[in-house]
């Protein structure tokens, strides 16, 4: 007996389509094919059986390594790049790595971000909107044909962007699970909160602070954007890293783990990626370190500051357009009772703030590069 199925969006949620193959094989139906255009798997009927399913991407031999094998994994089938392995042992201690997959998936999700993000910048519907709500304030009739050129293209826009939050949002929760990037959290002490706005652009200056806030018995917990929060233990000497990476390896988080770093904060994409590490160490042991070479610790300082330093001239020349172009356009007071007159204020501010922020990353860029040539 045959039996399909069809799973649009499988390939986007792997643990859950595993889960699924799992289950079938516990009710009697083995998977034999899977067609991935029309997303239809095939299911023969067999005996019951209690299977653990793997799916892997861009396998290049269908012939597995004798670690898996002797782990009790075998190929259930083969189509195209991807692999599905079947292990029956009730015990499983070794499950095959998924790099490829987390790579794939994150490629979908950064091309469909990209698409979505320019449809919708690129989009005429503010103008549009704007025109059909002058028209009904105004008194005058909105042609039909006018309001179906206005909810065909929005329609088309929310299905995009629904799309592309879709795949973004599974891809981040099966990258968590494969590249370990859990945060270790403090079960016991009392909570403490403290605000460090912008700190991801002096991140040398933020690792002296974490420390400093350690050695006097706070003990950082997890960051939510600006916000870090500490648990009150007793004064301990931790050593934090802040690290930022162009690019974040599979193995990334999970390597650093292994050699006893605890992870407290990570940003949201591997590209681009910043992230706090944090590791306990007695007074008379040697200061533990991402790297201990001095080439690869300076290569590390000189990526965040470029990154920082673009960042932060980006943002100064946006504001100053936006602060001119304000002042230009609106004849008025400089602070006054209108949108205009309460953006002006602000966007001086904010620039003012980031000339300040562009100085403090020369500043902590020199300060930090000095300290390691000593």
Known sequence: MIEKKVKWLWSYNIEKTEQWLSKMAGEGWHLTS?????????????ESKEVIYRIQYASKTNTLPQTLQKAG?????????????????????????????????RTHAYVMSAI?????STSMLPIMLISIISSVQTGEEVPLENLWLFILPLTGIVAIASF???????YRRFEINEMDVAIDS????????????AWMYQLDDTREWLEGLAKQGYELERVRASIFTFRKTDPNHIKYECMFEYKVQPSYFATH????????????????????????????EEIPRFSYDKQEQRQSIKRAFKMNLGMSIYLILILSFSFYMNILIKDEYFVAWSYGGVMRPLLFLALLYWIYKFGQILISYRKTIKALEQ
């Open 257 to 284: 783990k292994e050699m006893g770093w605890k992870l407290k904060y990570s940003s949201n994409m591997t590209l681009l990626n910043y992230s706090i590490w944090a590791k306990h160490y007695e007074e008379e």
């Open 116 to 120: 979505a993000t320019f449809y919708v």
């Open 73 to 105: 994994w075998s190929v259930a089938l083969s189509n195209g790049k991807w692999l599905f392995l079947v292990n029956e042992e009730q015990t499983v201690r070794l499950y095959p790595t998924r790099d490829a997959l987390v790579k794939r998936n």
């Open 186 to 197: 403090i079960p016991l002490g009392k909570k403490m909160r403290k605000f460090r706005g």
């Open 34 to 46: 899977v067609n991935r255009w029309t997303r239809t798997f095939i299911f023969e009927k067999g």
């Open 164 to 170: 592309a939050i879709y795949v973004f949002r599974a």
